[in-house]
């Protein structure tokens, strides 16, 4: 499998990515093509979708050999304490470290690295591997009917966000929705109850000091990564 | 990467294959696992879901070797004459042989080769390795207003299907509708337009003759394999 291109972003620190595609449309991401597969023509066309498939691999500094593989995980919509089949999960501790993710084309441009696809709704880190890219075909990738398993019962686990008021003017507006909106995601690793504890995200070069209390995380600092 | 599992279904020629999952869903396909991955753990909280992914490997047998890559395709939904840059297409001529199929669940079963997923409506030929399979999921796999490029344009480009008198009874009922289904995909490579010529389908065991005139299929004869 080839690096065929690397997605660039704000979001340089794996706590705080969003655990599915699509759940934070003001972070925007740039997919960046490889030197050898910067050519405009590979994407003439692409213009005409709306939405993407990035099939992209995932970061395997599990400390796990390839060899190894778990059946069952924990995923963190579940509160991390319940174990289910890796398959019914979109759990990166899988066999293969390959990952999915619809995204919303934003821009489609041409730079000195070639084409660049701006795409809104990544769930990927900065600098990313992508094996491939695929046009959205709603006839045949759409389906709202699906049922969805134990994620259907935790789709509306938001958190409410408030910031402490001496913060938020001096973060810039679009740093400050697209952060807004990661943390409404809930970054924590789990559902944990800690009222006191402190958590930290790093997006955009700052680093985001925040408690959560029940349904609500409270930004408590703001300071340069 | 690693072959984690395989499809079998009565597909076993590429002729004739359904150009997108999803199209052809009276054609049932079972994934058995490979032995290192037959573990019924794996699969636990899989029948909430009614839709899966499968992420697979092209068959490369093109003739190319895997340093060659084309920016630029011709698919057959455009008549095989129009050129489209390979990430604005399912084609799979692609720097990585992913191939992406959703699929329908229609029964997970136990068996001595360990779980067997059996799905409706799946693209890939007989043998074809998996190499991940992911659940559905319709809150951020699901996009119903998303556009769909000149795909959109070819959805109603179906074959009315006739069978000659005495073929049809001649074959069993679910083999005459699956393949009633795929013919009725048009399975030509593109839209050629000789009523004269004679194609051949093979489908579960049977060699499969048929011509077309405009927009009406013919079997003319059906033969085993």
Redesign the interface.
Known sequence: ??R?AHIENDMSDKFGIPR????VCDVISTIVFEPK?R?A??????E??????I?WEFDTDTGKT?EE?S??VRPPRLGGNT????????SPN???P?G?S?VKITEITSSERGPLIRVAGADLKNGTSI??????????????????????DH?NDTLNVIWSKDISPSLPDDIYKAASELLSQDPRPSYQNDPGRIYGMKYAGYDIRFKVDDKTLTVTEVEPA
């Open positions: 499998m080839k065929i599915q595609s699509g759940l597969y050519n023509d590979a994407v003439k066309g692409l005409d979708f709306s939405h993407i498939w099939i390839s593989w059946p069952m174990r289910v089949g890796v398959f019914a999960t979109r899988r066999p293969n390959l999915l619809c094996l491939d890219i695929k046009p959205y075909l709603p006839y045949t990738d759409s389906h709202p009917e699906a049922s969805g398993g134990f994620a259907d789709l």
